[in-house]
């Protein structure tokens, strides 16, 4: 077995809207690519959230053989208030003859298929993370691992869509790629999506259901979706494409003020904010909008990496373990966008490596925060490579800000409130609107 690169959020493992961990956000991938189908409640507007691989390599760990004790000439009594099982390990008390147990009743028994080994081993696994109560500490299978490597490159195939999953269970379209297929199609944000062809998506974990959305450019994906204010569902049928995430937008808005949004942090993340930022100063604007809304998070090293762009020297965020260790992220004086007047915008969206750089900006009087609460998603995640080509990603500390600021499940509050009606007219957007206007009110000064 492999250790591979920590990440930092929810790779787009927000894959449900629970209260601890992914809590109260949703998990947000790219869409490349039977239950029964159920009528699900009204789509809402989309939730937002996930995290990618962090570039910090864990050294790889050779398996040892378990010594054998020693006998001990006098007998060791247990303390009266523990039992002889609360001195040993989960893995000397793991009922492995139990398992062993099930399996041959289910071989001898069952009535019906039953899977093959390999699929009632993950099936097993899967209950054991279960237990732990964290969503986070996760067990994803090959085909899952191979599609969350893929979307580190910043290109895929399918249909050029963001979705999250509801903690109904649902897959909800949270945005659309501009000038890719699905648009092209006609699907919107907020539709949720019952099914791919004869597939229900209903129930299906985030990566399982975009696995089925996925598939080779050219080939179709025959959408089921539910869409608010219809009665029945509807059948969209998609040519998939092969798609670049644009992961940078930039422009200059009226009035002098520049905009700069991010949509998560990929490999590239800081060159490409550090490029786009170059190209609107040369327009000398008296300030900047910088949108990391819906951002579900990245690798940590482009989140470091992107708040040094506006801090001068000093701490970005701390991370920390259980066993007290931790580690300090700083930033150094001399990049370009440390003086220009900032407004961040930051919604439920705005995740893992997201809060890192809001965070930081924010406590250390760098910029205002403006929208609404941030996720919350303040774990760290160690992804282990294992050798049939699944992935383990086992939650080993936590972030703080500046300031001390718990993120997990806590998140970032703004320091102004900037809503986002639900009945808000296509094409408009209140909270930038807002933003320019706070500018714009308060002489292109963040106070």
């Known amino acids: 077995m492999k250790k591979g690169l920590l990440i930092v959020g929810a790779l787009v493992l927000l894959c449900t809207l629970v209260s601890a961990a992914f809590a109260g956000g949703l998990a947000v991938a790219r869409l490349r690519g039977g239950r029964a189908s159920q009528q699900p409640p009204a789509a809402t507007l989309p939730a937002e959230t996930a995290a990618l691989p962090v570039d910090i390599e864990m050294p790889d760990v050779a398996p040892t053989a378990t010594p054998v004790p020693t006998p001990v000439p006098q007998e060791t009594l247990p303390d009266p208030g523990e039992s002889s099982s609360d001195l040993r390990s989960p893995a000397e008390t793991f009922d492995y003859e139990l398992l062993q147990t099930v399996l041959e009743l289910l071989e001898e028994q069952y009535y019906g298929d039953i899977p093959d080994g390999k699929e009632l ?66 699907v919107r944000a907020g539709d949720v999506v019952l099914a791919v062809g004869d597939q229900s ?27 608010a204010g219809e009665t029945e569902p509807i059948v969209i049928t998609v040519t998939r494409a ?59 090293n482009q989140a470091i990496g992107v708040a040094d762009v506006f801090l001068d020297q000093g701490l970005v965020a701390t991370q920390r373990d259980t066993q007290g260790g931790e580690q300090r992220f700083t930033s150094s004086t001399g990049d370009a966008g440390e003086a220009i007047p900032l407004v961040v915008l930051v ?13 930081a900006l924010q406590d250390r009087g760098r910029a205002i925060l403006m929208g609404t609460q941030t996720l919350g998603k303040g774990s760290v995640q160690l992804p282990n490579n294992l050798d049939d080509g699944s992935q383990l990603r086992i939650t080993i500390a936590r972030w703080f800000t500046p300031n001390e600021q718990d993120l997990h499940n806590n998140g970032l509050a703004p320091d102004v409130e900037a809503p986002y009606p639900a009945d808000t007219p296509v094409g408009e957007d209140p909270q930038l609107q807002q933003a320019v206007d706070y500018l714009i009110e308060n002489g292109y000064e963040v106070r």
């Open 242 to 300: 092969r798609i670049e995430m644009p992961i940078v937008e930039s422009r200059m808005l009226e009035d002098d003020i520049a905009y700069l949004r991010l949509t998560e942090f990929d490999a590239t993340a800081a060159d490409r904010v550090e490029s786009a930022l170059a190209g609107l100063l040369q327009d000398e604007p008296k300030a900047l909008i910088f949108d990391l809304r819906d951002n579900p998070g990245g690798w940590l």
């Open 201 to 227: 998506l209903v129930g299906l974990g985030l990566y399982e259901a975009i696995g089925y959305i996925r598939g080779p450019a050219g080939t179709d994906a025959v959408l089921e979706i539910a869409r």
């Open 121 to 186: 081993a993950y099936g097993a696994v899967r209950g054991m993370l279960t237990a732990l109560g964290d969503p986070y500490t996760s067990f994803i299978d090959p085909e899952i691992t191979a599609i969350i490597n893929e979307d580190a490159t910043g290109e895929f195939e399918g249909i050029g869509a963001l979705v999250n999953m509801r903690e109904d269970g649902y897959l909800e379209i949270a945005s659309l790629i501009p000038g890719q297929p699905a648009e092209a199609a006609g």
């Open 347 to 359: 919604n439920g969206g705005s995740a893992s490596a997201s809060e890192i750089v809001a965070g």
